[in-house]
C-alpha cells in the first residue's frame, strides 16, 4: 500500500494558515502577557513599599510626627532604604525632565519634548514630579522609586512614584510601568483611591485611567486594585 505524501501546495497552504492564525493571535498573546508582568511588578513593589512604611513607623512611630524638614532625599534614606537592596540614591532632581534614577540618558517623548516620562495620551509628564524637589532610589532588580516629601494639613506626608521596570527599559509611561501613590497617614494609597469607578476610567476626566483622557494615568494604580487586580483599560 502506498503512503499518500502531501503535495508541495498543499504544505504552503498549510503553512499559510498556520501563518495567519499566528498573526491573528500572537498580538493578543503578547499583550495578555505584558498586562499579567505589570500587575505581577506592581503588587509586588506596592507590597514592598508598604513593608518598608510599616518598617519604619515601627522604628519611628507614626507619620504624623516624623520631621516635617527633611528633604525627599532624607525621607529616602532614613524611612525607604533600609528594607530594600538599593543600589543608588539619587539627590534631588534638577529638573522634571531628569527627575528619577537619572544617568545621563536622555528621552524624547513623541511630541519632541525631551522628558523621562509621559502620559497615556503621550504628552510629556511635569506634574506632580517636581524638579528640584524629587529624589529617588535604585533598586537591585532595577525598579526605580521616587519620592516628593511634603507635609500638608489634610495628612499628606508624601507622594511616591514607581518605575516597576526601570527607565531604561521604557516604555515609561503612566498606567504601563509608571505608576503614582501617596503617603496617606501610615498606608500607602494609590493616586484615585478616593476616586469614583466611574471617575477613574471616564476619558473626559483629567487623569483618569483611559487612553483617550488629557494627561491620562496617574490614577491607573488605583483603577488596576478596584477592578480585583486585572488591567482592563489597555
Known amino acids: 500500500m502506498k503512503n499518500k505524501a502531501f503535495t508541495l501546495a498543499e504544505v504552503l497552504i498549510t503553512l499559510g494558515i498556520i501563518g495567519v492564525v499566528a498573526a491573528m493571535t500572537l498580538p493578543a498573546l503578547i499583550n495578555k502577557y505584558e498586562k499579567v508582568e505589570t500587575v505581577t511588578r506592581l503588587k509586588r513593589v506596592y507590597s514592598l513599599i508598604n513593608q518598608a512604611i510599616q518598617r519604619a513607623v515601627a522604628q519611628n512611630g507614626d507619620v504624623k510626627n516624623w520631621a516635617d524638614s527633611i528633604s525627599s532625599e532624607e525621607f529616602i534614606s532614613e524611612y525607604l ?47 506632580p514630579i517636581i524638579g528640584g524637589d524629587t529624589s ?90 478596584r477592578d480585583g487586580w486585572e488591567i482592563n483599560y489597555r
Open 81 to 127: 532604604a533600609p528594607a530594600f537592596k538599593v543600589l543608588k540614591i539619587y539627590p534631588k532632581a534638577e529638573t522634571w525632565s531628569k527627575a528619577m534614577c537619572y544617568d545621563g540618558r536622555d528621552f524624547t517623548s513623541v511630541n519632541g519634548v525631551i522628558t523621562q516620562y509621559v502620559w497615556l495620551d503621550g504628552i510629556h509628564i511635569s506634574s
Open 136 to 225: 529617588s532610589m535604585k533598586l537591585a532588580d532595577g525598579i526605580c522609586i521616587g519620592v516628593n516629601k511634603i507635609a500638608s494639613k489634610d495628612g499628606i506626608y508624601a507622594n511616591i512614584f514607581v518605575d516597576i521596570n526601570g527607565n531604561a527599559r521604557g516604555p515609561n509611561k503612566a498606567g504601563y510601568d509608571f505608576f503614582f501613590f501617596t503617603l496617606d497617614g501610615n498606608m500607602i494609597k494609590p493616586f484615585g483611591w478616593n476616586w469614583t469607578d466611574k471617575d477613574l476610567s471616564d476619558a473626559a476626566k483629567t487623569n483618569a485611567c483611559n487612553l483617550k483622557s488629557t494627561w491620562g494615568g496617574e490614577v491607573c494604580a488605583a483603577k488596576i486594585m
